[in-house]
């Protein structure tokens, strides 16, 4: 359960409980919808929406989520928690982690070892994953604990508030060392897995800067004003500098087995209920320094 109270003012009196669960508490139509049955209070009394306040009472709505996640069994497993409140928690994602179970992954995902941590927690909560980073990918990822929270959080994404910084090992050195890669990216015919730069794609734009360099290779630093798939991969490839060990827009390496070399570094977003700053770094991890020797 995670409730949300609101005491009922002049300002709020005489209002539905629909009317002050969407303007006052930001819930979503569909928010509402969730909360129907029993999960709404009027001075500890379940009520309907159409439920008109009074002057002194307080409303109060429950937006946890009412099941977790039955497809994804709880696995324990190692997790790197950097922040964490009762709407969410943000992780350190190691490299080769898959997120999702999938094919050949069913025990071994971030997924799994989250709902054994909410299973420690004494929490009923599903898997709601915000910026979701690929398998062969580091770092900071946002996780909601509720669907409420996940709804707000999604909102930040879309409107380019919940800002992610990455750090990136490449092949070669991109020209200039400083610049805006603006660039549409769609599905690669044929492929349901690949991406390229196309001019029927989804606008696409990724701000990068080369930090150092070595053994041919060149560290950058990358922002993103859009959050296309694989779009750090994909644009570094169309500047001819592929991510090291990028097995699908470059070629493998024996000196990273299991990831390629990107690292999301920072984040920063609104806690989705209360909307105070939330920011966070990680550092580039060894694996990743020791390629530029």
Request: charged share 20%; hydrophobic share 45%; aromatic share 4%.
């Given at each position: 359960?995670?409730?949300?109270t609101?005491?009922i003012?002049?300002?709020?009196?005489?209002?539905?409980?629909?009317?002050?669960?969407?303007?006052?508490?930001g819930?979503?139509?569909?928010?509402?919808?969730?909360?129907?049955?029993g999960?709404?209070?009027?001075d500890?009394?379940?009520?309907?929406?159409t439920?008109?306040?009074?002057?002194?009472?307080?409303?109060a709505?429950?937006?946890?989520?009412?099941?977790?996640?039955?497809?994804?069994p709880?696995?324990?497993?190692?997790?790197?928690?950097?922040?964490?409140?009762e709407?969410?928690?943000?992780?350190?994602?190691?490299g080769?982690?898959?997120?999702?179970?999938?094919?050949?992954?069913?025990?071994?995902?971030?997924?799994?070892?989250?709902?054994?941590?909410?299973?420690?927690?004494?929490?009923?909560?599903?898997?709601?994953?915000?910026?979701r980073?690929?398998?062969?990918?580091?770092?900071?990822?946002?996780?909601?604990?509720h669907?409420?929270?996940?709804e707000?959080l999604?909102?930040?994404?879309?409107?380019?508030?919940?800002r992610?910084?990455?750090?990136?090992?490449?092949?070669g050195?991109?020209?200039?060392?400083?610049?805006?890669?603006?660039?549409?990216?769609?599905?690669?015919?044929?492929?349901?897995?690949?991406?390229?730069?196309?001019p029927?794609g989804?606008?696409?734009?990724?701000?990068?800067?080369?930090?150092?360099?070595g053994?041919?290779?060149?560290?950058?630093?990358?922002?993103?004003?859009?959050?296309?798939?694989?779009q750090?991969?994909?644009?570094?490839?169309?500047?001819?500098?592929?991510?090291?060990?990028d097995?699908?827009?470059?070629?493998e390496?024996?000196?990273?087995?299991?990831?390629?070399?990107?690292?999301?570094?920072?984040?920063?977003?609104?806690?989705?209920?209360?909307?105070?700053?939330?920011?966070?770094?990680?550092?580039?991890?060894?694996?990743?320094?020791?390629?530029l020797?």
């Open positions: 359960m995670r409730w949300l609101l005491p003012g002049a300002d709020q009196a005489g209002k539905t409980a629909e009317t002050l669960l969407r303007r006052e508490l819930l979503s139509a569909a928010g509402v919808r969730r909360a129907k049955t999960r709404i209070l009027l500890g009394v379940p009520v309907f929406t439920a008109v306040a009074r002057r002194g009472q307080v409303l709505v429950d937006v946890g989520d009412p099941a977790g996640s039955d497809q994804i709880p696995v324990p497993g190692p997790l790197d928690i950097r922040y964490e409140d709407d969410l928690l943000i992780v350190d994602k190691a080769g982690v898959p997120v999702h179970p999938s094919q050949g992954h069913h025990g071994d995902t971030l997924a799994n070892f989250l709902m054994a941590h909410y299973r420690d927690q004494g929490l009923v909560a599903a898997f709601h994953p915000v910026n980073l690929d398998r062969g990918t580091s770092g900071l990822m946002a996780v909601a604990k669907a409420h929270a996940h707000g999604q909102a930040q994404l879309q409107a380019g508030e919940l992610r910084t990455y750090l990136a090992v490449c092949e050195v991109p020209v200039p060392r400083r610049g805006c890669v603006e660039a549409p990216i769609a599905r690669a015919p044929g492929s349901v897995l690949k991406r390229e730069v196309s029927q989804a606008p696409a734009r990724t701000h990068y800067e080369v930090l150092a360099t053994r041919g290779r060149a560290l950058v630093r990358l922002a993103l004003d859009t959050g296309r798939t694989h750090i991969r994909v644009h570094l490839a169309h500047l001819g500098c592929p991510l090291v060990g097995f699908l827009y470059g070629a390496t024996e000196e990273l087995p299991d990831r390629f070399a990107l690292h999301s570094a920072a984040i920063r977003l609104r806690q989705p209920v209360t909307g105070v700053g939330v920011a966070l770094e990680a550092g580039l991890p060894a694996e990743l320094a020791a390629l020797g």
